[in-house]
């Protein structure tokens, strides 16, 4: 059984590892870009400049490719249609080659707050809500037309990762049907009823 890998990223920050917290509590498994990283020698040492620890994300794409096509040597105890879920975990997963892309996205103001709380720098506040503003992974042409990938969008403003981990759930079973860019959430338009 090959596995059914799907990208949880977003702007620091939005909720992703608190989604994925909720579903290693109910038996998925979860990995992170920074722990596959690592394992694969693709991963600089840290940056203080940049306040962020480098990593060559077209190489680990490379190096996870043949691996992450392959079957799946033991069995998780959660399946969807028969795949086990794996959830990768970060920021840049939906640079890997995962089966879908599941953006987690927090009204820009919330997550200004959940920033300046975790103590990060100003310009790195500035530079992760002005993303998120943008539409943060959906700029990067999830979901676009040479993205085939399913994907969809999820508003965790509210920091519940019950109802986070629910519409990812609803949204597989439901099997995964594509948000189109043009219908992800639109923080200016919000901004501007």
């Known amino acids: 059984m090959t596995a059914l890998r799907i990208a949880i990223t977003g702007s620091p920050g939005v909720g992703k590892s608190t989604i994925c917290a909720?579903?290693?509590?109910?038996?998925?498994?979860?990995?992170?870009?920074s722990a596959l990283a690592d394992e694969h020698?693709?991963?600089?040492p840290f940056d203080t400049d940049d306040d962020a620890r480098p990593i060559d994300v077209a190489r680990l794409a490379s190096a996870l490719g043949?691996?992450?096509?392959?079957?799946?040597?033991?069995?998780?105890?959660?399946?969807?249609?028969?795949?086990?879920p794996i959830l990768i975990d970060g920021h840049m997963s939906h640079l890997l080659p995962t089966y879908a892309v599941c953006v987690i996205?927090?009204?820009?103001?919330?997550?200004?707050?959940?920033?300046r709380v975790r103590d990060y720098p100003e310009w790195k506040v500035e530079?992760?809500?002005?993303?998120?503003?943008?539409?943060?992974?959906?700029?990067?042409?999830?979901?676009?037309?040479?993205?085939?990938?399913?994907?969809?969008d999820i508003d965790a403003t509210s920091a519940d990762a019950a109802v986070g981990f629910a519409t990812l759930v609803a949204w597989l079973t439901a099997g995964m049907p594509t948000t189109a860019p043009s219908d992800a959430i639109?923080?200016?338009?919000?901004?501007?009823d």
């Open 127 to 152: 530079a992760n809500v002005d993303w998120e503003w943008i539409g943060s992974a959906w700029s990067d042409e999830v979901g676009g037309e040479s993205d085939e990938r399913p994907a969809i």
């Open 66 to 84: 043949d691996i992450w096509a392959a079957p799946l040597l033991d069995e998780a105890a959660v399946t969807i249609d028969g795949r086990s």
């Open 186 to 192: 639109d923080w200016i338009s919000r901004a501007e």
């Open 22 to 33: 909720a579903a290693e509590a109910a038996g998925w498994s979860v990995q992170t870009v």
């Open 105 to 115: 996205r927090c009204r820009p103001d919330v997550l200004e707050a959940r920033l």
């Open 41 to 44: 020698d693709c991963a600089e």
